[in-house]
């Protein structure tokens, strides 16, 4: 969870030309177009499901940390009055931000474990049950968590809700 929060920090103070965040938010804004609940589901888990992958899951992991804090960096550049929220408030101050911390920490930190019985020459066998009940806990986390951003989301767009300094 340390190495995930620091990688998505360097992430986030990166600078960022104009050109790349008008990219990135061109990008972005087509893949949030008409997102759902599922939608936000299926596309957390396409990026922590490959953190199980023993090795390969710990570079991915640190990977998604950095390119999310860069987006970050991106959408603060287009839109200078997010400057004044912390790029760390996202992660822990949301209730879907610490749910999707824990998922992807949860899978790295997996990956780790692997990778490290793998270099053993360790059976994997006894790593098996344990690694498909984090995988239930991930999905289970991010299954919720992309229910509660869509609320959240919805509640902001509605107005029912503002969010602090806006």
């Known amino acids: 969870m340390g190495l995930f929060t620091i990688a998505y920090q360097i992430g986030s103070m990166s600078t960022v030309s104009e050109e790349e ?15 759902d609940a599922m939608g936000i589901f299926l596309h957390n888990s396409t990026i922590s499901l490959p ?25 603060v550049s287009i839109s200078p009055e997010l400057a004044k929220v912390p790029p760390l408030a996202i992660l822990f101050l949301s209730p879907f931000g610490i749910m ?45 968590g992309g229910y509660l951003e869509y609320y959240m989301i919805k509640l902001v767009q509605d107005e029912s809700i503002t969010l602090p300094g806006f």
């Open 100 to 144: 999707e911390l824990t998922a992807y920490s949860l899978a790295t930190s997996r990956s780790f474990i692997l990778i490290k019985e793998v270099y053993r020459k360790s059976n994997l066998i006894p790593f098996l049950k344990p690694t498909i009940i984090e995988i239930g806990i991930v999905i289970g986390l991010l299954l919720a």
């Open 21 to 35: 965040a008008t990219t990135f938010m061109t990008e972005f804004e087509k893949l949030v177009k008409d997102i």
């Open 51 to 75: 953190m199980f992958i023993p090795g390969f899951g710990v570079v991915w992991g640190l990977f998604s940390a950095w390119s999310t804090g860069f987006a970050f960096s991106a959408i």
